[in-house]
């Protein structure tokens, strides 16, 4: 692919959110974690990160939600969403979050730009004044 081709690009834009989970699930080494206490904050503001662990690494952790996790453990995915808080949806609650994680919104989007020739200039912008050369 030719340098500057694809310039900006969502992981939504790229590939299914919700098929990707599916994958994930299926995976055993697939493990999260998250930086602050889930009822610390919004849960769109407590963005998981997701690691695959080889085996010896596996966690025993239950849970991101019980009062004895500590932020920035791993914790295995399927473990994640079995015990997602049900105040906070259960596991389509986690679904939610995890997928919206990886998703832009139209808020997000264009919060900075209040019209689609905003977005398409800056795009522009960005195009023909590349940061490195």
């Known amino acids: 692919m030719p340098k ?3 310039l900006h690009a969502h992981l939504d834009a790229m590939v299914n959110a919700e098929f990707l989970l599916e ?3 299926k995976q055993p080494g697939m493990h999260l974690r998250v930086d602050k206490p889930l009822a610390a904050l919004p ?11 080889p085996k ?7 849970s991101l939600a019980d009062l004895s996790y500590n932020p920035g453990s791993w914790v295995s995915l399927q473990n994640a969403r079995k ?6 949806g259960g596991q389509e609650g986690f679904d939610k979050w995890v997928i919206g994680s990886m998703t832009i919104n139209p808020a997000e989007a264009y ?22 050369s």
């Open 4 to 6: 500057g081709a694809l």
């Open 23 to 25: 994958l994930a699930l």
């Open 43 to 53: 849960l769109s503001e407590n963005l998981p990160e997701f690691r695959i662990l």
């Open 56 to 62: 010896a690494q596996f966690s025993d952790l239950r």
């Open 83 to 88: 015990t997602f808080p049900t105040q906070l």
């Open 111 to 132: 919060g900075t730009h209040n019209t689609t020739a905003k977005v398409c200039h800056s795009a522009l912008l960005i195009f023909i004044f590349p940061r490195d």
